[in-house]
């Protein structure tokens, strides 16, 4: 199976899986693949949008749940969580809007807002409002990056595939390192404290 029959049949759930995990870079690639003819636009969408849903709905209960236990086992935590929550409780719907767009904030930010008393009912209707506009911004990027490589699959047809798995895996490492570094950012900031 080459790598464009291999997009078209598990592309869909590959974006579902990346985005519980990852977020933008395997969403940006599937903007390159819509364009290429790969993925439907709408079920893309969708699957991003479930995707990123289940992952906020997951940290979210998971700050709802066992957020204070939690910050018992990792008392260094606490001040970060503390510093978050307050900027979290008179903001929330902005937030909610805009955690997406932050490398990692994907996952501390849900948590934070699950230890508030925040409705879980609001929060899933903006998340999947947030979610969907975060997703469509994102395949609309990728969908105009592979319009501006289009030259470059066409000319080395033959190889499209080779081209377009690689630079796939290249835009995954770079938002991969992108997050890590954004991390270890946090971590020194807060070690300043």
Not at 112 to 127: E, H, I, S, W
Request: positive net charge; contains cysteine; hydrophobic residues 50%.
């Amino acid at each position: 199976m080459n790598t464009s029959g291999f997009i078209q049949d598990y592309g869909l759930l590959a974006l579902v899986i990346g985005t519980i995990f990852e977020g933008e870079g395997v969403v940006l690639v599937a903007g390159l693949a819509i364009r290429q003819g790969l993925l439907p636009p709408v079920a893309a969408l969708l699957a991003a949008l479930l995707g990123t849903v289940i992952s906020d709905q997951f940290c979210f209960y998971l700050g709802r749940l066992m957020g204070g236990r939690v910050l018992q086992r990792f008392p260094g935590m606490r001040a970060r969580f503390e510093s978050v929550r307050r900027r979290v409780e008179g903001h929330q719907t902005a937030i909610i809007f805009s955690f997406q767009y932050f490398p990692g904030l994907s996952m501390i930010v849900p948590f934070t807002l699950g230890m508030t008393k925040l409705l879980a009912l609001r929060f899933l209707v903006l998340d999947v409002l947030s979610a969907g506009l975060w997703a469509g911004t994102l395949l609309c990027a990728g969908y105009l990056f592979g319009m501006s490589i289009q030259p470059l699959l066409e000319k080395f047809h033959d190889y499209s595939g080779w081209l377009l798995g690689g630079l796939a895996c290249l835009i995954l490492l770079l938002f991969h390192w992108r997050a890590v570094c954004a991390a270890r950012d946090v971590e020194t900031k807060e070690d300043g404290l």
